[in-house]
């Protein structure tokens, strides 16, 4: 395959070609029978068919491709219907065709092999910036995937992928974090750094020199780089270089390139009112030579996403880890302070990024978990999205001041909340970080009243991250928590349903271990 054909440029021009170009070449159908596989490609794939269009209609007609414009009609479902679908694949069972009066909306696919809702990955035709916004306000993770088409240019064989995440293993859950409390940042992260501004000294001299850190000496006689954090000024190019990285797969296809751009730098509405804002986060570098001359402002790491509510997903990112080592996690880490301030609360890196889990704090959630936790700070609007509209002028001070507020908040003698606790996992202590286990509580109810485990997981998300829900049998559930001051907090608070139902809450204590010679540890 000639990977250079219709690939976009660097500087994220589209690609030159003779004559007028369909968005799709043909009928699903007909895409199907040069890709035999297409649905059994990342789990079982199904495509959703547009509102008002039968089963039977879409297959004679080979899908969406000769059904709807993929350029500028969307799928036509409500924001209630997107949740439906939402709740459909969260359930291994679904027979319903409509739910409360409202119609689920329909999927469709060729392959005979039987369709699992909680594994189903989904895909349309459609990139229209009313299903890009409706998909992401429901949660789901977007992306373009390839597909084989004789005489397409790369660039426009491109199907929008909706996922959430696959289940049940969990190396295919969705990768997330509530909240700054446990994103991981230590003072290593400030070496190398000096404020924006001051490159006075010996070239760009480390601050940690200054604040006695034993290791600043050593790299005051390095070049330094002084970081500014933007958002959304240079979303074209953030695109670019992330093709140029990465190739064109994800965000690099003509279709989903020109939606998410047309998005960027706006507040788009969903139908029932959330606001979606398409973003980019760009780390410039004011890095300073060795004989103490400063050099131009370069973009040396950016990532792409969209942010719903206090919801932020983030697509894809590069980074110029090779001339600026470490750029990477400091974009990280400032991205997550900065758009904290601007009131997102829940951050989201899909399903494939791992060491976001080990570097940065994450954890990972199946689709009921995750679910949950997308629509209660889906349903909070940001608290102060002016944030958005300016800058970080010093990454150094932004990263300093959360170092300052953590060790001042800590306790004497207690271990820093960003140091992984040595102490076994799973105990009840008050340690704020998660541990291997996690910390569990126990709950209990009337026997006779049915409490289903979305529930549960919606009434104690409220507290923090929920790593696993357990129903034990009728009126008991176990329920765990990555941090040890959420379980805390759902014991001291006992959460209460709509309905009536007292509850009794408490926590969980580890089994203690016994030697070989009986005696209890």
């Known amino acids: 395959m000639d990977r250079d054909d219709?690939?976009?440029?660097?500087?994220?021009?589209?690609?030159a070609a003779s004559g007028v170009m369909t968005a799709l070449p043909g009928t699903l159908k007909e895409i199907r029978e040069f890709n035999p596989e297409l649905d059994e490609e990342q789990a079982h794939r199904a495509h959703l068919l547009p509102a008002g269009v039968s089963e039977e209609a879409g297959r004679e007609a080979g899908g969406i491709g000769r059904v709807i414009d993929p350029d500028t009609d969307g799928l036509g479902y409500s924001s209630a219907q997107w949740d439906l679908l939402v709740d459909s694949l969260t359930m291994s069972r679904w027979n319903e065709n409509t739910h409360r009066g409202v119609s689920v909306p329909k999927l469709h696919r060729e392959s005979p092999?039987?369709?699992?809702?909680?594994?189903?990955?989904?895909?349309?035709?459609?990139?229209?910036?009313?299903?890009?916004?409706?998909?992401?306000?429901?949660?789901?993770?977007?992306?373009?995937?390839?597909?084989?088409?004789?005489?397409?240019?790369?660039?426009?064989?491109?199907?929008?992928?909706?996922?959430?995440?696959?289940?049940p293993t969990d190396l295919e859950g969705r990768i997330v974090l509530e909240g700054i409390d446990a994103l991981t940042i230590g003072k290593r992260a400030l070496r190398g750094l000096c404020h924006v501004g001051v490159l006075d000294g010996v070239g760009g001299h480390s601050r940690l020199a200054d604040s006695g850190d034993s290791g600043g000496a050593a790299h005051a006689s390095r070049p330094g780089h002084a970081y500014s954090l933007t958002v959304s000024r240079q979303f074209d190019t953030v695109v670019a270089r992330i093709i140029e990285q990465h190739g064109i797969d994800w965000v690099g296809f003509a279709a989903i390139q020109s939606t998410l751009a047309a998005l960027a730098g706006r507040t788009a509405v969903a139908q029932d009112g959330t606001e979606v804002r398409v973003v980019s986060l760009e780390l410039w570098s004011q890095s300073t030579s060795a004989d103490e001359h400063s050099v131009p402002a370069e973009l040396v790491s950016g990532e792409i996403g969209y942010i719903v509510g206090s919801c932020y997903t983030c697509?894809?990112?590069f980074a110029d880890d090779t001339n600026h080592p470490r750029c990477s996690r400091i974009r990280v880490q400032a991205a997550h302070l900065w758009l904290a301030r601007a009131g997102v609360t829940l951050f989201d890196a899909g399903t494939t990024a791992a060491y976001f889990v080990h570097?940065?704090?994450?954890?990972?959630?199946?689709?009921?978990?995750?679910?949950?936790?997308?629509?209660?700070?889906?349903?909070?609007?940001?608290?102060?999205?002016?944030?958005?509209e300016s800058e970080c002028p010093d990454v150094y001070e932004l990263l300093q001041a959360r170092l300052s507020s953590v060790g001042s908040e800590r306790p004497a003698g207690a271990a820093h909340p960003t140091k992984r606790p040595r102490s076994p996992s799973g105990t009840a202590g008050d340690a704020d970080q998660p541990g291997a286990k996690g910390v569990g509580v126990r709950v209990r109810w009337d026997s006779g009243v049915t409490i289903a485990r979305e529930q549960l997981i919606s009434l104690f998300a409220v507290y923090g991250a929920v790593r696993k829900v357990m129903v034990v049998r009728p009126g008991e559930a176990v329920v765990v928590f990555n941090s040890g001051s959420a379980a805390h907090h759902a014991v001291a608070t006992v959460p209460t349903l709509s309905d009536p139902c007292p509850m009794q809450v408490s926590l969980l204590m580890p089994r203690k271990k016994r030697r070989k010679d009986g005696v209890v540890k």
């Open 6 to 15: 219709g690939v976009p440029a660097v500087d994220g021009s589209a690609p």
């Open 359 to 388: 570097l940065h704090g994450y954890h990972r959630t199946n689709r009921r978990e995750f679910a949950a936790l997308w629509r209660i700070h889906r349903d909070k609007p940001l608290h102060a999205p002016v944030v958005l």
């Open 315 to 317: 697509l894809s990112l």
């Open 113 to 167: 092999v039987k369709l699992n809702r909680r594994s189903v990955q989904l895909y349309t035709a459609s990139f229209a910036e009313t299903t890009v916004v409706e998909a992401a306000r429901a949660g789901f993770f977007l992306f373009g995937s390839e597909f084989e088409f004789p005489g397409v240019p790369l660039a426009r064989r491109s199907l929008l992928n909706l996922e959430l995440c696959n289940e």
